[in-house]
């Protein structure tokens, strides 16, 4: 394979794969770089799967209507195991995908370290939607399962949209309120 040749193969990896990498990561650096390691790692991998998820639905999906084109994303991830994701728009500028059996979620872990939650996912998705919609998309993962909460949920949209998002989450603002002071 030629330094230009994107690999779009698959292999299939169990789930606790995200806790391994989380673990070790966590060993051998600080939590955040770790978190950005997995992030980007995921962003990689997205950008291929993309490739993938074109093939899957007949060629383009920029020309799908957006419930074929979520209906699909889900397809997509719930045919690899990943889990059924369901998509929302709760702001103009924020959209959500939502799951309650992701995979890369320890739900009853008692961590409540930031790299063992989805910090592959985030960058996985971020790189999924940035290549099918042509423009940069930023990915955050406002709940997990692994922290105790109902779902893994995903806010995405552009870079400065998720990181004032982000900014509220973290001064201790309910995603809902965040979502209304953007």
Not at 25 to 41: F, Y
Not at 77 to 94: C, D, E, V
Not at 125 to 144: N, Q
Request: charged share 20%.
């Amino acid at each position: 394979m030629g330094n230009n040749e994107v690999m779009t193969g698959e292999v299939l990896i169990p789930a606790s794969v995200f806790k391994s990498l989380g673990s070790e990561l966590a060993v051998e650096l600080n939590t955040t770089e770790g978190a950005r390691m997995l992030n980007r790692a995921g962003y990689q991998s997205g950008l291929t799967a993309a490739s993938l998820m074109n093939q899957e639905s007949g060629g383009d999906s920029s020309f799908m209507s957006q419930d074929s084109f979520w209906a699909s994303i889900s397809a997509f991830f719930s045919r690899r195991g990943w889990g059924k994701l369901s998509h929302s728009t709760p702001h103009r500028a924020i959209g959500m995908l939502r799951a309650t059996d992701w995979a890369e979620a320890e739900p009853q872990s008692d961590t409540n370290v930031r790299v063992t939650n989805c910090s592959f996912s985030e960058g996985y998705l971020s790189g999924i939607l940035s290549k099918l919609s042509g423009r940069s998309v930023a990915v955050l993962e406002v709940s997990c399962q692994t922290r105790g909460d109902d779902a893994c949920e995903f806010a995405f949209g552009s870079e400065s949209a998720i990181q004032k998002l982000d900014k509220a989450i973290l001064n201790g603002t309910e995603i809902s309120n965040a979502l209304k002071e953007l």
